[in-house]
């Protein structure tokens, strides 16, 4: 897997570093990561690694299209390795977990506004929010509290 890795990352302008072919690796195992997650797990498997380094190459292989970056609203920004398809997500707004869900309607950006005002729509970027399913079983006052 690590040629094939060192591979897209050369397909696509970057230098090949142990760091960036970790970091990839870890998002395209463990979809919905965060930062922190990468960085502990990069860092176990390279040992000293800097979170500054992880960061850099969060945001070269977002830049370049071979991570996708989701920022929930009061969630800490998430990183997968699901990317071109414009695909959404579900997140339950009590544990938080998160699930990919596929477009809407049709080829992206599979939703239309009303008005685009003048502007060329290549993506929709749509979260739903509600509670999963263990979450819905719990006791009513249980889940908010």
Request: hydrophobic residues 40%; glycine residues 8%; aromatic residues 4%.
């Amino acid at each position: 897997m690590s040629k094939a890795l060192a591979d897209r990352l050369r397909q696509h302008g970057l230098h090949v570093t142990a760091q960036r072919l970790a970091v990839l690796r870890v998002v395209s195992e463990r979809p919905h990561i965060t930062a922190d997650g990468v960085f502990e797990l990069v860092q176990a498997e390279l040992g000293a690694v800097s979170r500054q380094a992880i960061y850099d190459a969060l945001h070269a292989l977002a830049e370049k299209g071979l991570i996708r970056r989701i920022q929930p609203m009061g969630s800490p920004t998430r990183y997968e390795g699901r990317v071109g398809d414009n695909h959404h997500h579900l997140i339950c707004r009590i544990c938080g977990r998160v699930e990919d869900v596929d477009c809407a309607v049709g080829a992206a950006p599979c939703l239309t506004p009303g008005d685009a005002m003048g502007y060329e729509i290549d993506e929709a970027e749509v979260i739903y929010w509600g509670r999963c399913p263990e979450c819905r079983t719990r006791p009513e006052t249980d889940v908010y509290a």
